[in-house]
């Protein structure tokens, strides 16, 4: 979906002065979940949306076969010879469209050499896919580059193959399928296994605040990996009695219960967060079809106490930022999102009280623990594709 770019006026001024002459625009979006935490992956339902901050690439095509990626935000240059089959990576940031361009090569597409010059708005760290955008971005430039065109599901599945088997993390698929799929005013229900997908209408009288912590704890990656072998022992343990299951999303909570004693005590909390967040994303989707706000901040509630006591993955500056999120007006509904240990909260609140929620969550949580947060005001926005500098800069907060 081709979209004018504010940001292209800067953008192409630094491109010329860093590479010479005019570069062709991309960009592609964060992403926040608003309900399905941890689901992913054990091939259940999640319910992002695209949000108003993009990862932007420009890029020229080159006589050679190397690809020069200079990085505004680290201020950085790369660059690999993508003749190179022995291309490892490097554990910093250009692993990712690096990444992107081995995984293409690998799948028979033909690339060539490029000039890319990468300006993230997305808040790196902050649990709203940063990675994923700067993946998807890159993708959508290289293919373009080639003359290559791949349908969205596909490029989401090039994308996450990149970060699985080059960067070396073991996301699923959501970040990467909303950062291509999203659309400006919805949320979009995806069933991670067989990826269809559904948009989902927000109203146009709510906002979605999305409440940075700043704060990331150490133990996050590696707790991360341990939550996915506890949800695969759970299925282990599970399957000599329910047979033919293959993940979590396969078990219902009458299953987990009937059979709980074959579970030590940790494994069945992190299950029945699975399973139940499960139950909890389809009725926030039958709570927005309906237009009962009230039902849908009920589920994100479960969800966050869920995410809290059963999956272990809170942790006290976002717990105090829930609670004083529901302390506000117009809030309907708040949570953690993201793999948990900091990061952001996301919050649906009426659009009449945005502004002051964002100045009032702040203070208070300033106040409560010396740290300055960052409040975003984010529309659902559309997902990834061409840009052109055609537009003013545009108003972001």
């Known amino acids: 979906m081709e979209r004018k770019m504010g940001k292209a006026y800067n953008l192409a001024e630094r491109f010329r002065a860093h590479f010479g002459g005019e570069g062709r625009f ?58 190179d089959n022995t291309v490892r990576p490097s554990k910093t940031w250009s692993d990712y469209p690096v990444g992107v361009a081995v995984v293409l090569k690998k799948a028979g597409y033909q690339l060539q050499g490029a000039n890319a010059l990468i300006h993230g708005e997305v808040p790196i760290g902050a649990g709203l896919s940063s990675s994923a955008a700067l993946e998807v971005a890159s993708a959508c430039a290289f293919l373009d580059l080639a003359g290559c065109r791949l349908d969205g599901v596909q490029l989401a599945q090039l994308c996450q193959r990149a970060e699985n088997e080059f960067v070396g993390a073991r996301c699923g698929i959501m970040d990467q399928f909303v950062s291509v799929q999203g659309r400006a005013g919805h ?14 209408p927000l109203p146009d009288s709510v906002q979605l605040v999305i409440s940075n912590t700043m704060v990331k704890h150490e133990l996050a990656s590696g707790e991360y990996n341990r939550r996915r072998a506890e949800c695969e022992e759970a299925v282990r343990r599970l399957s000599p009695v329910l047979p033919g299951i293959r993940a979590l ?77 529901n302390q506000q007006r117009g809030i309907y509904g708040a949570r953690m999102t993201g793999g948990g240990f900091g990061g952001c909260t996301v919050n649906v609140v009426d659009a009449q009280h945005a502004d002051e929620f964002q100045r009032q969550v702040a203070d208070a949580y300033q106040q409560a623990t010396g740290l300055t947060p960052e409040i975003y005001i984010s529309a659902a926005a559309d997902g990834a594709g061409a840009a052109t500098p055609e537009i003013p800069l545009r108003a972001t907060r």
């Open 26 to 83: 991309y960009r592609a979006p964060g992403r926040v979940n608003l309900i399905g935490e941890h689901t992913d992956y054990n091939d259940g339902f999640v319910l992002p949306a695209a949000i108003d901050f993009d990862c932007w690439l420009a890029v020229s095509p080159r006589p050679d076969a190397s690809l020069i990626l200079r990085s505004d935000d680290f201020d950085q240059t790369c660059q690999v010879d993508l003749s």
């Open 187 to 200: 949320a979009l229900l995806l069933d991670c296994r067989s990826l269809e997908y559904e948009l989902v």
């Open 249 to 325: 999303r396969d078990v219902n909570l009458e299953q987990l219960e009937k059979n709980r004693s074959r579970l030590p005590e940790t494994i069945w909390r992190r299950a029945y967060h699975v399973i139940s967040e499960n139950v909890r994303v389809l009725q926030a989707v039958a709570a927005l079809r309906a237009g009962n706000l009230r039902e849908l901040g009920q589920a994100m509630a479960e969800s966050h106490q869920s995410l809290r006591d059963f999956y272990e993955v809170s942790c006290t500056e976002l717990d105090l930022m829930v609670e004083l999120a």
